[in-house]
């Protein structure tokens, strides 16, 4: 949502603020990697996280603007309601570290960005108080998005992966399937479909998934690439397809690993797959049935189930 109205702000030449909070504690209502641009022409778009620390540092972006202010800049906000100088005057006892950065820092940058985005592609945002600088990151390098390092208000280096989506691997093809790839999507979640039944797999699943292939699930651990926000749901026809699949992906570092079905299936799979050995401790990691209860029963209604579930874990 922030980066179109920045390309659009620079084509018009109308100076602005980048906002991004780089770290926080507690309970603050800004979370790292939250952005916020303030324009000349008054328009804001995105948020930092709502309140008084945002009224605040929206107001001081604004005189900055009518001054001419130029550099890049680190504010720490503490959210207690005392009057020290570094208080927001919330009440949520957290703390929040906001970096400012003018227009100009980001005009040389931003065909890039226009470009990376047009190809889908992501990329490494670095910021330190005297510069702003991009590069392409390799396909394959899904590293912490978020790092920031600090030393002093002078001294601190913030680095992003931005178009880096958590991606989530979907095993099956039905109509439960294609209602999570059609929430997930609005979500900004990457989603891969693998189905081993054509007949069983809609049309509309292989063009809405990013990517979807058609496989036997015999052999699935070439197909895996993780990172820290790796989600994998398990959605086959049935009992046999979902032990031979849990089976595989019992053990690797997901960050969210759920099986769709009943509880009187959800115990069989795991009965049997104790009799071969697995440990009670890796089956109590998955989140089976799948979804949140709810007392979801159509399609729709079970991937809201699944996705709040998701979005749980991922907030943790």
Request: hydrophobic residues 35%; charged residues 20%.
């Amino acid at each position: 949502m922030v980066w179109p109205k920045i390309i659009e702000l620079n084509k018009s030449n109308i100076p602005f603020y980048l906002l991004i909070v780089v770290a926080s504690e507690g309970s603050s209502p800004g979370r790292p990697g939250f952005k916020m641009c303030v324009a000349a022409d008054g328009s804001l778009t995105g948020s930092i996280g709502g309140g008084r620390v945002e009224v605040d540092t929206v107001e001081l972006c604004r005189t900055y603007l009518n001054k001419g202010n130029a550099r890049i800049e680190y504010l720490y906000r503490r959210h207690f309601p005392d009057h020290s100088a570094e208080s927001s005057g919330m009440i949520c006892s957290g703390s929040q570290e906001i970096v400012l950065i003018p227009s100009h820092y980001l005009h040389p940058v931003l065909p890039q960005i226009v470009d990376f985005q047009k190809h889908g592609l992501h990329f490494r945002l670095e910021i330190d108080p005297r510069q702003l600088s991009i590069m392409q990151c390799p396909e394959e390098d899904r590293s912490v998005q978020i790092h920031f390092r600090f030393k002093t208000a002078e001294e601190w280096q913030y680095t992003e992966i931005i178009g880096l989506r958590p991606r989530c691997y979907i095993i099956g093809g039905g109509h439960v399937a294609l209602a999570v790839v059609r929430l997930l999507k609005t979500l900004q979640y990457e989603t891969v479909v693998y189905y081993d039944r054509v007949n069983n797999t809609t049309e509309e699943i292989i063009t809405l998934s990013d990517r979807s292939r058609f496989i036997t699930y015999d052999n699935l651990h070439d197909l895996f690439q993780f990172s820290e926000d790796s989600y994998g749901l398990i959605m086959t026809s049935g009992h046999s397809g979902d032990e031979v699949v849990l089976e595989q992906m019992l053990g690797l570092p997901w960050k969210y690993l759920g099986m769709m079905g009943s509880k009187s299936k959800v115990r069989q799979v795991f009965d049997r797959l104790q009799q071969k050995g697995f440990k009670q401790a890796e089956l109590k990691r998955v989140h089976a049935p799948v979804g949140l209860p709810i007392h979801s029963h159509t399609p729709e209604e079970i991937a809201v189930s699944i996705a709040a579930e998701m979005i749980k874990i991922k907030n943790l």
